[in-house]
C-alpha cells in the first residue's frame, strides 16, 4: 500500500500515515477522496499529483460470530455524509517540489517618450532590462490605441530584450496613441536561479501623438521632391541626389535630428579619392539616416539642382527650399525616395523599420496583430 492508496482508500488512511510520517509529509483530513486529490494535487503546482479517474466503494469487513443475530432494519432520513479521506501533502521541498526561486524585478524604457508629438512615421520602442522568454505574455500586456481604438499594427522583436510596434502603413495625422502597459508581476524570464517579473512601473499608461501627416517623395529620375500634408500637395523643389558611385538610398527615410547649418567634409564622410574631397558648411541640415544622408542648401549645386545629380548620396536644395523644409518638418516626418538603385536599410533611421515588409515584420510578432479578446 502507498499514499495514493489512502486517496481512494479511507478506511487504510492510518496504516498511510503510519507509513510516511518519517517523511516530512502532511496528512490533511478532508471530506472525500475527491477532496483529498485535489489538496494534493495543489500542494505542489510544479509537479501535481493526477486526480483518480474512479473511486471504489469500501466494501465492510464481517465480523465472525457464534451465533448470528438479526440486525433490525432500518430506512435511513437522510443521505449519509461520504466517508473522510486523507491528502498527502509535503512538508519540505523535495526535486517534486521545489522551492519558490527568488523573484528580480524588469524595468521598461519607451521611445519616444511618452507625451511627444512626432511624425507619422515614427514606431514605438520598448527596451526591457533583462530578455524576455514569455514573449506572447509581454505583448499581451502591451495594447496600442489609435484615437481610442485598438490598433492593427503589431510588435516586433529586434532582440529579446527590445521589441517595436508599428502599423502596416503609417500613423494617421492628427492622432493620439496610447500604450496600456500591465507588465506588473507579469512572468517574463525564468532562470536556474531567478524569476524576472515586471516591476510596478511597467504598468502605466503612454502617449504620443501625431502631428500633421507630413510626407515628402523625391524622384531621383525627375529631380524633384513634392510635398504632401495631409494627403494635399503643398510644395514642389527641385532636387540633385547622389552621383554615381554615391547614388543617394531609395525607401522610406526620416526626420531625426536639425540643423540651422552643419560642416560637412570628405574627410568626416570616410571618402578617400582625392577627386571627390569637399570641405563645406551646409545651410538648413536635416538629418535623415543615421549613415550621413541630408536634406540640406547646397548654393554652390544651384547649377545642377532639379536638373542632374551630382552630390554625394544627400538631397541637395536651393538654399530658400532647404530653409522651408527645415521650418516645416518634424522629428519622425517621412521622406519617401524612389529611383535609384540602392536600398534603403531598416536600421538607418528611425523610419526605417517601415521599409521592413509586413509579412517579415509579423513573421517576427507572437501575437501578429491579433489582440486576445480581455475577459
Known amino acids: 500500500m502507498n499514499w495514493r492508496t489512502a486517496l481512494v482508500r479511507p478506511e487504510l488512511s492510518v496504516l498511510a500515515a503510519v507509513a510516511v510520517a518519517a517523511?516530512?509529509?502532511?496528512?490533511?483530513?478532508?471530506?472525500?477522496?475527491?477532496?483529498?486529490?485535489?489538496?494534493?494535487?495543489?500542494?505542489c503546482s510544479p509537479s501535481p499529483t493526477p486526480t483518480p479517474t474512479h473511486t471504489p466503494t469500501p466494501t465492510p469487513t464481517p465480523t465472525a460470530s457464534a451465533t448470528p443475530t438479526a440486525t433490525p432494519t432500518t430506512t435511513?432520513?437522510?443521505?449519509?455524509?461520504?466517508?473522510?479521506?486523507?491528502?498527502?501533502?509535503?512538508?519540505?521541498a523535495s526535486?517534486?517540489?521545489?522551492?519558490a526561486k527568488p523573484v528580480q524585478g524588469v524595468s521598461i524604457s519607451v521611445f519616444p517618450?511618452?507625451?511627444?508629438?512626432?511624425?507619422?512615421?515614427?514606431?514605438?520602442?520598448?527596451?526591457?532590462?533583462?530578455?524576455?522568454?514569455?514573449?506572447?505574455?509581454?505583448?499581451?500586456?502591451?495594447?496600442?490605441?489609435?484615437?481610442?481604438?485598438?490598433?492593427?499594427?503589431?510588435?516586433?522583436?529586434?532582440?529579446?530584450?527590445?521589441?517595436?510596434?508599428?502599423?502596416?502603413?503609417?500613423?494617421?495625422?492628427?492622432?493620439?496613441?496610447?500604450?496600456?502597459?500591465?507588465?506588473?508581476?507579469?512572468d517574463l524570464y525564468e532562470s536556474k536561479q531567478f524569476r524576472y517579473l515586471g516591476r510596478s512601473s511597467t504598468t502605466r499608461t503612454y502617449i504620443m501623438h501625431t502631428s500633421r501627416a507630413f510626407v515628402a517623395k523625391v524622384d531621383a529620375v525627375t529631380d524633384r521632391m513634392k510635398i504632401f500634408i495631409?494627403?494635399?500637395?503643398?510644395?514642389?523643389?527641385?532636387?540633385?541626389?547622389?552621383?554615381?558611385?554615391?547614388?543617394?538610398?531609395?525607401?522610406?527615410?526620416?526626420?531625426?535630428?536639425?540643423?540651422?547649418?552643419?560642416?560637412?567634409?570628405?574627410?568626416?564622410?570616410?571618402?578617400?579619392?582625392?577627386?571627390?574631397?569637399?570641405?563645406?558648411?551646409?545651410?538648413?541640415?536635416?538629418?535623415?539616416?543615421?549613415?550621413?544622408e541630408f536634406v540640406h542648401g547646397a548654393p554652390w549645386a544651384a547649377g545642377r539642382i532639379g536638373r542632374w545629380n551630382g552630390s554625394h548620396g544627400c538631397t541637395n536644395l536651393l538654399a530658400n527650399d532647404a530653409k522651408w523644409f527645415y521650418d516645416n518638418s518634424l522629428l519622425g516626418d517621412p521622406i519617401i525616395t524612389t529611383g535609384t538603385k540602392r536600398p534603403m536599410e531598416s536600421n538607418n533611421s528611425v523610419g526605417g523599420?517601415?521599409?521592413?515588409a509586413w509579412s517579415t515584420w509579423l513573421a517576427h510578432s507572437k501575437l501578429k496583430g491579433h489582440w486576445p479578446v480581455v475577459k
Open 23 to 43: 517523511t516530512g509529509i502532511a496528512i490533511v483530513t478532508v471530506s472525500t477522496p475527491a477532496r483529498a486529490a485535489s489538496v494534493a494535487a495543489t500542494s
Open 76 to 92: 435511513p432520513t437522510s443521505t449519509p455524509a461520504s466517508p473522510a479521506a486523507v491528502a498527502i501533502v509535503p512538508l519540505v
Open 95 to 99: 526535486a517534486a517540489c521545489p522551492p
Open 113 to 186: 517618450v511618452s507625451g511627444k508629438t512626432v511624425g507619422v512615421a515614427y514606431p514605438i520602442t520598448v527596451n526591457f532590462t533583462h530578455d524576455v522568454a514569455h514573449k506572447q505574455l509581454a505583448e499581451e500586456n502591451m495594447r496600442v490605441y489609435v484615437n481610442g481604438k485598438l490598433s492593427s499594427g503589431a510588435w516586433m522583436w529586434q532582440s529579446n530584450s527590445s521589441a517595436m510596434f508599428r502599423q502596416k502603413g503609417f500613423w494617421p495625422g492628427h492622432a493620439t496613441i496610447k500604450v496600456a502597459f500591465t507588465l506588473k508581476g507579469v
Open 230 to 292: 495631409d494627403g494635399h500637395l503643398v510644395k514642389k523643389f527641385g532636387v540633385s541626389l547622389g552621383k554615381k558611385g554615391f547614388e543617394t538610398r531609395s525607401g522610406i527615410k526620416t526626420v531625426m535630428e536639425k540643423y540651422p547649418s552643419r560642416h560637412m567634409s570628405s574627410i568626416l564622410a570616410g571618402i578617400t579619392d582625392p577627386n571627390d574631397q569637399y570641405d563645406l558648411t551646409a545651410p538648413w541640415a536635416v538629418r535623415i539616416t543615421w549613415s550621413g
Open 353 to 356: 523599420p517601415f521599409n521592413i
